[in-house]
């Protein structure tokens, strides 16, 4: 009896093996869809070269534990070849997305791009991302990235925070169903005339690139 008792148990035990576990931390491939991103016209910041209509690309990874923003046309440059490009770039994006009964937060991001300043200018990059709800109003929860470079400098970089995780899981929820937007910025600033600086896509892939890693929560 015991020993059949036994046999039972460890029979149920292996079923339950058996059975894949759901992934409870993310929304199942498939179920994020990004529905329209829009982007502010260049004029929204007088002094910048900022983005146009369908130069950024807005995804979600196929098991949706990221989201990636790609500016295909996004510098800044100072100095005699600087040409048309302006010292300061702008872009703002809002990104209407659908994850049903799921809502995520930005737990770190990741950013890449490209820069080369001489001695004596200084270049800014500033990131800065919030929800907005269905009657347009900022909601809780806000983050940003930022990076100061003083040249020389010349190199891709690699930027990364961690840690944005702000808000507990019922403000987060309140999320599911708002617009998200991103912005970007790159300032550049020099100390005479002759000296040249630009920021702009990485070598790679000549693109702008933000990861955003998301923390997921089951609404
Ligand atoms: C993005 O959202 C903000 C805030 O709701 C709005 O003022 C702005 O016009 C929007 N931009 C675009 C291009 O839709």
């Not at 950013?111 to 500033?126: H, L, N």
């Not at 040249?151 to 925070?161: A, T």
Request: hydrophobic share 40%.
């Amino acid at each position: 009896m015991r020993h059949s008792t036994f046999f039972f148990l460890a029979l149920i035990a292996a079923i339950v093996q058996a059975v894949p576990a759901a992934d409870l931390t993310k929304p199942p491939a498939g179920t994020c869809t990004i529905s329209a991103v829009a982007v502010d016209a260049p004029d929204v910041d007088t002094d910048g070269s900022g983005c146009r209509a369908g130069t950024v690309g807005v995804a979600f990874s196929s098991d949706n534990s990221l989201m990636t923003i790609l500016f295909d046309d996004f510098k800044a440059a100072i100095g005699p070849n600087a040409g048309s490009t302006k010292k300061r770039a702008f872009c703002r994006v809002n990104v209407t997305m659908a994850s049903p009964g799921w809502a995520f937060d930005v737990s770190s991001v990741d950013f890449r791009g490209y820069v080369r300043i001489a001695q004596g200018v200084d270049a800014s990059i500033v990131s800065r991302w919030k929800w907005i709800d269905s009657k347009g109003q900022d909601m809780k929860g806000k983050g940003n990235i930022n990076k100061k470079l003083a040249g020389p400098f010349e190199d891709d970089f690699l930027l990364h925070k961690d840690g944005e995780l702000s808000d507990n899981e019922a403000s987060v929820c309140s999320k599911a169903s708002a617009r998200f937007q991103l912005s970007i910025s790159a300032s550049l600033s020099a100390s005479g005339s002759s000296l040249s600086g630009l920021v702009q896509g990485d070598a790679a892939n000549a693109q702008f690139g933000e990861v955003l890693n998301l923390g997921w929560k089951k609404c």
